[in-house]
């Protein structure tokens, strides 16, 4: 005795649908258990069903594919976090805009790498100091617009872009004239402490009424030995190396704080490979250490 088959022939199809246990899921998205395990716990790839009695992990066909996405966001260093929101974008338009963002990201660092694998190579092969000589100059009291704060080392180029734009817009704004390049003047502890006073300012025929965080105020005159790094920061480490060389084996540094002179910069429409900074370290003026 067998059962009738249905009207217009065939045979009886079992409709249960199928799922993968975790084991053979992990085999199919080459995702180890216990990352899938970690990704169910955060809500990022949960299972189709969980066994209520035994925990055990089911996961559906169409499951493959969020994996397998999962899996190249985090070839491409894609923290989780910033996967589920991309997972989760409410248009495709969101989602290619988070994609775009972190593969901008990628690109910066990666020319960041390459930048240090060739100062590196430079260095281990004796390469010497490629940004010029070094000189001796007095700077005078300069009236300027300035920005004053407290920041951190690591962002302190995010603080100084903000800065200098403020800085730019307040004096335009007021009707005045840039009597130079724009410069900054870094306490020691931002280095030894990466975190201390940091302040940029704009020379400027006339005084600015204070703005915001603009004030008016007179950058001091000094004596530096100063040395122009030529491209973008990266490297400048290695002008700042030779600068304090310099000093050391001349015998004239004195205490005081660092300056830094933008002579073509991020003010400036130039390429960054195109930047010169003027890096400069107090000292004191003596006849025998006073090259020009």
């Not at 955060?42 to 009695?53: F, M, N, Q, S, Y």
């Not at 989760?88 to 790498?113: K, V, Y």
């Not at 302040?199 to 603009?214: H, N, Q, S, Y």
Request: hydrophobic share 40%; proline share 7%; charged share 20%.
């Amino acid at each position: 005795m067998g059962l009738d088959p249905p009207p217009g022939g065939g045979a009886i199809i079992d409709t249960v649908t199928t799922t993968l246990t975790i084991g053979d899921f992990s085999r199919a998205t080459h995702m180890s258990v216990k990352a899938l395990r970690h990704y169910h716990r955060i809500g990022l790839l949960v299972p189709a069903d969980v066994d209520r009695h035994t925990g055990r992990r089911r996961y559906e066909p169409e499951q493959i594919r969020r994996a397998q996405v999962i899996r190249r966001l985090r070839d491409l260093q894609m923290p989780l976090e910033e996967i589920a929101a991309v997972l989760d974008a409410p248009t495709i338009e969101a989602r290619n805009e988070r994609i775009s963002a972190h593969l901008g990201e990628l690109e910066r660092s990666l020319a960041q790498t390459v930048a240090a694998v060739s100062t590196l190579r430079e260095l281990l092969d004796g390469g010497g100091n490629p940004h010029g000589p070094i000189r001796h100059r007095s700077v005078p009291d300069t009236a300027s617009a300035s920005i004053t704060d407290t920041v951190e080392l690591a962002g302190a180029s995010v603080w100084f872009q903000g800065a200098i734009g403020e800085l730019f817009a307040t004096v335009a704004a007021q009707g005045l004239v840039p009597a130079g390049p724009p410069g900054g003047v870094y306490a020691a502890e931002l280095f030894t402490e990466h975190k201390g006073t940091a302040t940029v300012f704009v020379p400027v025929d006339g005084e600015p009424a204070p703005a915001g965080r603009v004030q008016s105020e007179t950058i001091a005159a000094a004596e530096l030995a100063v040395i122009v790094h030529r491209g973008s920061h990266a490297g400048i480490d290695r002008s700042y190396g030779a600068l304090a060389e310099h000093v050391a084996r001349s015998a004239v540094a004195v205490e005081g704080p660092i300056r830094e002179y933008y002579l073509v910069g991020r003010h400036t429409p130039a390429d960054e490979r195109d930047w010169q900074t003027e890096i400069g370290w107090p000292i004191f003026r003596t006849a025998a250490a006073a090259p020009r």
